[in-house]
């Protein structure tokens, strides 16, 4: 699962300021003190609460502590997106009512929140988020970006550049200089910046960039060419994890008297690719499982940015739209700015840095999804640059796995590379087959597409798989 992750064992809270000069949110976590917790929350506290979340489906009730009819409509515009995907509710109540989850605008004191149900140990005439910017020229993009990610700490969640896997090559030196025109020692700086959850004390998947609870990351603060923009708005992974945190209840289907059956028709939409019923052989026939797509195989497939996903064929690609659940009409390859190759055998998304590396023959070209080209200093040498003798001279396919990992195949050979090291892993290539991908019936690979974490599709011929990365097995 391509999941956010949650802190799951200590009590903390989390406040967020912001520094004029630099514009730049900083995430900050404090243990409370005792002065703010209730006699209960004090007591729950000693005894060691571990469970952060909301009952599922609950009524969570919030109310404001001062602020502008304005600021309070803003938030609880932007709040309410939680819970499009999330079975919670979120009821606003009078100034003067009872309140799990108390707001304040108090300038000057950073925006921040208690993390999940903390909220109920503190005392209840005291906030447990805060709004310290918040006014009437703020406009919507802060508006929405503040409110989501705070809500997103009252729901459970923690800060995405603490991920277990978070591949950040921060520029420790800078981080602490700059940082310490704020008043931060190091000591500070490790903590609050660097520090990594243990993966045992967090639930967490594969490390998101988009999210709404990763804060800005400059380039100017990590080594080589690496930045985190500011995330305003909720990232595919997060309306998913939330949802898996917080499941919606199943619709339960009315009976029906059954009918004549109809002779089906053919869907304006094409579906998204299924899974074959469990009579049906595998693999499964390209023009089955992808209705719609023009193409008779994949020769490259790719994931790209915004829910995009790229399919290779020959001259030509198609996109296909995962929220729309569209295939657009074949394009010519010649709309990738700069690529010089006449067609792709291979193709994967690097999302750290939002390239996209596309491979033909014994060259490949590094795709820059921001300003919509080719970098510049391409084609280069796929072995010069890829691990040198190790490293195949010519790719089939190519996707990455999670983390730092990036599987390339070749004939019926496949190997394993780490771009953390820059360097193929020791024990690679090995054998295609279905001991070493469990039960996979192809020896040779024309594509991989990873789709939304963990399925990955394998595609040979007119045919594809589908492929659990977590479980590690074809299914």
């Not at 999941?3 to 404090?30: D, I």
């Not at 109310?63 to 309070?72: A, H, L, Q, W």
Request: include cysteine.
């Amino acid at each position: 699962m391509n999941l956010k992750f949650t802190f799951l064992t200590f009590t903390f809270c989390f406040l967020c300021f912001l520094s004029v000069s630099q514009a730049q949110n900083v995430c900050v976590e404090l243990i409370p003190s005792a002065d703010v917790l209730s006699s209960e929350g004090a007591m729950k506290k000693m005894a060691g609460d571990k469970q952060k979340f909301w009952d599922n489906g609950q009524v969570i009730s919030v109310k404001f502590i001062g602020g502008s009819e304005f600021v309070r409509a803003k938030v609880r515009q932007y709040a309410q997106e939680w819970s499009q995907y999330a079975h919670i509710s979120l009821r606003f109540v009078a100034d003067n009512a009872n309140a799990q989850i108390r707001i304040a605008f108090e300038q000057g004191k950073g925006s921040w929140s208690y993390l999940g149900k903390d909220a109920l140990s503190i005392a209840s005439h005291l906030p447990t988020m805060n709004y310290g910017w918040f006014n009437e020229k703020t406009n919507d993009r802060e508006f929405s970006r503040t409110t989501l990610h705070e809500f997103g700490h009252a729901l459970g969640l923690i800060h995405e550049h603490s991920h277990p896997a978070a591949p950040i090559p921060w520029n420790k030196e800078k981080v602490y200089a700059y940082y310490a025109q704020q008043g931060w020692n190091r000591e500070k700086v490790d903590r609050s910046v660097f520090r990594r959850y243990n993966h045992q004390i967090t639930q967490y998947s594969e490390y998101d960039r988009l999210s709404i609870m990763h804060y800005a990351v400059p380039n100017e603060h990590t080594i080589g060419d690496y930045e985190v923009p500011w995330n305003t708005v909720l990232s595919e992974t997060d309306k998913r994890f939330i949802a898996q945190i917080y499941p919606k209840p199943i619709k339960p289907t009315t009976p029906t008297t059954p009918t004549k059956p109809t002779k089906p028709t053919k869907p304006i939409k094409p579906t998204p690719p299924v899974p074959p019923g469990p009579q049906a052989l595998r693999p499964t026939s390209l023009a089955w499982g992808w209705y719609g797509i023009p193409f008779p195989s994949v020769d490259a497939a790719t994931e790209y940015s915004q829910g995009r996903t790229y399919l290779f064929y020959k001259d030509k690609y198609i996109q296909w739209n995962y929220d729309e659940r569209t295939i657009l009409e074949p394009m010519s390859l010649k709309d990738w700015n700069g690529v010089p190759f006449d067609r792709i055998d291979a193709a994967f998304y690097w999302e750290v840095t939002q390239k996209v590396y596309l491979f033909r023959g014994t060259q490949y070209v590094r795709y820059d999804v921001a300003t919509n080209k080719t970098d510049a200093g391409y084609p280069k040498n796929i072995q010069a640059m890829w691990g040198g003798s190790q490293m195949f001279s010519s790719v089939d396919a190519a996707f990455r796995w999670s983390g730092n990992k990036i599987y390339f195949f070749k004939d019926n050979q496949y190997l394993r590379y780490d771009m953390s090291t820059n360097k193929v892993d020791q024990g690679y290539p090995r054998t295609i087959n279905a001991t070493n991908w469990r039960k996979l019936s192809f020896t040779k690979i024309d594509a991989v597409l990873k789709w939304t974490y963990p399925i990955v599709y394998i595609f040979s011929g007119g045919q594809y798989h589908r492929y659990n990365i977590e479980t590690d097995r074809t299914f």
